[in-house]
Each structure stands twice: as C-alpha cells, then as structure tokens.
C-alpha cells in the first residue's frame, strides 16, 4: 500500500503534462489533483507507520514461528529417525550372535552398541515428544500474536488518520463533491444539447448531404483572406498519365498548405504571393482551377468539389495574392478589393485623381490627334459619357475579339498558322524597342471617347464587376510585345501573334492607381471616312503596369524622335542601348516607381 501511494501521487503530479486534444476546465481540475497529492502524501507517511508495525508485530511472529518453530520439530522428527535406524541396525547385529561358539569379548562389544544406540534413540524421541507438545502451544500463540499486532496497528493507523485528516478535509472533499456534480450537470446539459442538435441534423433535406446541391445559386463569400477544405490535386505520373489525390488545404498567411490524411502538420505546397488564379479545363473535370506563379510559370493544379467551394477557393487566393492579409484591417481590404462587383451600378469616374500629375507619362496623346490633354478634362465626367450603356464586354481575345476585329474596325488579322509573320519579324528588326511583358486579357469594350484615363479606369471598373457579378475566372495569357511601331499580344506556346494595334493608334494608356498589376489602354481606329471606333482592353500583369507605359510612352517617343535625326540622337543618348542598339528599360527606373530590382528583370525581354 505504501508503493501503491507513492506511485499514485507521481501520477496525480504527471496528469498536467498529458497533452488532450480537448483541454476544456482542465485547470480546476489539475488544481485539485495537486491538492489530492499533497493528501496522499501524508497519507503515505501513516502507510509507512503502519508498514512498519505491521512489519514488527504482525509479519515477524509468523516468520518465528515458520522458521524456527516448525523448523526445530522437523529436525527433531529426522534425528529421531536416523537413531531408530541404528537402533534397529545394532539390534540385528545382536541377534546374529552364534549360539554353539560364543564369543564373550564379540558379544560384550554388540551389546554394548545396542544400549548406546537405545540410549540414542530415547534421547532423541523424547526431544522430539516435548517439541511436539510445546508446538500445541505455540501454534496458538503464533496465530494470536499476529492478528493482535495487525488489528492495533490499523487502528493506531485510523486513530492518526482521523486526528490528521477529519477537520481540515471535510470542507475540501465537500467542495469537490460539489463540483463533481456540476461537471455531471454540465454534462447531462451537453449531451441533451447533443441528442437535440442530431435529431435536427438527421430531420434536414436530404439535398444537405448531396454534393453541389444549391449549383443554382450558391451563396459565395468572395471576402476571404483565409480558406480551408478538402481538394483533389493533380500529379503527373508519367508523360501523358495522371492521377488526382484528395487532400487537405488550408491557407496561412500567403503560403497554401496541404496535409495528408494522418498527417500531425500541415507542409508548404505553393507560395500565394503576386501569384494568379484561374479556372481551367482539364480532363474533362468540373471544378478545376490552377495557380499561376509570379513569373508566369505554371503551378498546381486543383479540383473543389462544388460551384461554391470552387468560386471561394478562387476569390480567397486572389485577395491572398495581392496580400491583403498584411493590412491592419483585412477583412476590410478584402471588402474594398472587391467592391467592383458591389458597385457596378455607382459610376466611378474618379479612380486616378490622387495620382493624375504623377507620371505624365499615363496622359502621352497621339501628336497626330492632339485635341486636348487629359489635364483639361481633369474635372470629372459622367460614366456615359465614356462608355455607352448598355456597352458588350469580351472577355477572350484569341477567337471572339479578332473576328469582331476584323469585321467591324478594320484590322488585320492575324493567320492562326503564323503563315504571314515574315512581316512583323521585320518589323522587330527594324524596331528600335523591344520589350515582352506577361499578361492576361480581362476584357475590352467599346469607348466613346479617348480624351482622358478616366475612360481606361471606368472599363477596367466595369470588366473587373462583370466578371465578378457572373463568375468568370478564367483569363488568356499571352506575352505583351511592345515596339516603337506596334503592340502585339503573342500565343506564349505557339508564338502566333494573336492580335496587333500600331502604336499610332494608341491614344490612351494607364495603370491602375490601387492595383498597379492592372494596365490598360485605348485603341483609335478610323473604319470609314468621317467615321471612327475606339476600344479599351483590359490586362492584368506580372509585373507593375508603370512599366509596360513607360515602355509604351518610349516607343511614341522613339516613334516621334524617328522624324527628325537630331532629336533621335539626343534620345538615344539619354537611353541606355543594348548590344544590337535597341533600347534598353532600366531596372533604376522601375526602382524609383518602387519597384523592386527582381521585378525589373521579369519584365525585360
């Protein structure tokens, strides 16, 4: 009992290092087990006591007793033995003496070794006769002594127990009785709650359980700044093979993390910062989406498993990647970012007023066109005026927007074979600029009017909450070549040009002021004579959109310096050349727009 205590209150002082999974009230609890083993404590120091009279008065009679005792009558009882062998040994000696020739000194020598042996044997039985008759005795006493001992040590043992323990322990044992019952209170209460809450579980729809079951008009939060759920992720596993494994993903902070099944954490899987999200079709799958690193790189690719799950998925890895959750407020910013969709019937006239004297370059007007600088019509606008209601976006440039090109602005089209691109190879050639830029089409709409930048910030207002209001997520990459005679957007894979607009014809260019990733730019194009059409298109970039206009203001610059020798000298003087004598964008000059020197070099061809 005495090694039972001690082992219970080492237990007792341990039961605070386990580590529950659920460690709800655990405090009280710890609290009152130290207290129990502080109370074992003393109760081991009486087990000890009583160990130890026990010991004394109890354990070593019996000891006595067995050992010598019951040892000294069986020693006894062979000594008596072995005399009555040779007792009888002697005595058939004896009988064998001869009767006709007597010996009288043979039989004086036998005789006398019987009356030793019988001497012997006597002795011995008698030491053994009153070792039994005192063993009548002491086998009562052995017996008594024993359980006298053991009942006064028990009871000098409770006798100090209750002089210890009876006043100072009655009000702690009635406090944790009471709390004993609370704790079953609580739970009785919880597990009523529990039945309550299943029996309401098991009576809903069935359409609850069903996968995808409100595709219709799912209820999206796109305000996330953090997702978790389950995702199946797509692994190449040969050329052409693949398989698709159902995991765990979770965000924190920029970082997508994903945990296996059994696994104690979660690992790394893909960076969200400056990366981009779209939806894709792969393998004839619903629901697909793929990340698109910084660089223009492919990355994972993912399955949700319903409409609304799919939707949140995308809109919380775009508000991560333009790393809101650095804010004071993310919740807010995610709210502000996307508040296009929100405001879609608010015309918004005003989105580059702060910075409207800042980089004049935004506000560089066709010569050929001057009519009026944009710091004339700085007042502000109705929407309408800019862009007519009613106005259809396109939302893809491979297919839709070149036909519609073709047929109503009077552009060239491209051949989809790259059969006719001898000429734009000359025209690189010949092109003093040449700068390439990752981007992906938004959207572009027809313009009333190309006279300001407001115009270029009430499309991208209105692309960005027409994609929002009907879910389009999925966006056409291409490289962004900019020459000082043209813009052309070329198939990254295929390297066909997909469209192309001389840079005569861009009148208008600008960044966004809040999401300097977005840049667009108007086209005026003169279809008939006294008749002309102007377009605004749309992109999102991997780099800062500062820098595609300055790369487009240095080609009308170059395109202009080109007509009079001195001053394109005095052009290619102030900027720096490349090796073949085309011109060069500094990374100094996208640092002093606050840019980094790494995104400087992403944007150089």
Known sequence: MCLATQQLSKQLLAYEKQHFALGKGDEEVISTLHYFSKVVDELNILHSELAKQLADTMVLPIIQFREKDLTEVSTLKDLFGLASNEHDVSMAKYSRLPKRKENEKLKAEVAKEVANARRKQHLSSLQYYCALNALQYRKRVAMMEPMLGYTRGQINFFKKGAEMFSKRMDSFLSSVSDMVQSIQGELDAEAEKMRVSQQDLISVNE??????SDVTSPVINRNLIQKAGYLNL???TGLVTTTWERLYFFTQGGNLMCQPRGAVAGGLIQDLDNCSVMAVDCED????????????KAGITLQAESKKEYEEWICAINNIS????LTDNPEAAAIK???TALQAVTPITTFGKKHEAHHSSQNVRNTENDKTTPNESAGAQDSTQLIALGTPIQFDIVLPATEFLDQNRGGRRANP???SEDSSKNEEEDSLL???????FLGSMAVQSDDTSEVIYEAMRQVLAARAIHNIFRMTESHLMVTSKSLRLIDPQTQVTRISFELATVTQFAAHQDNRRLIGFVVHLSETPGEDSMSAYVFESNTEGEKICYAISLGKEITEAQKDPEALAQLMKSVP???DGKFMLLNDQAEEDGTTHEEGEESEA
């Open 337 to 339: 970012l996307n508040q």
């Open 322 to 325: 333009r790393q809101i959750y």
């Open 234 to 236: 797509r692994n190449k």
């Open 207 to 212: 359409s609850v359980y069903t996968p995808d």
């Open 285 to 296: 799958r619903r629901y697909c989406f793929q990340i698109t690193t910084p660089t223009g």
């Open 417 to 419: 074979f790259g059969e």
């Open 434 to 440: 040449q700068q390439m830029f990752v981007v992906r």
């Open 577 to 579: 050349l490349t090796n």
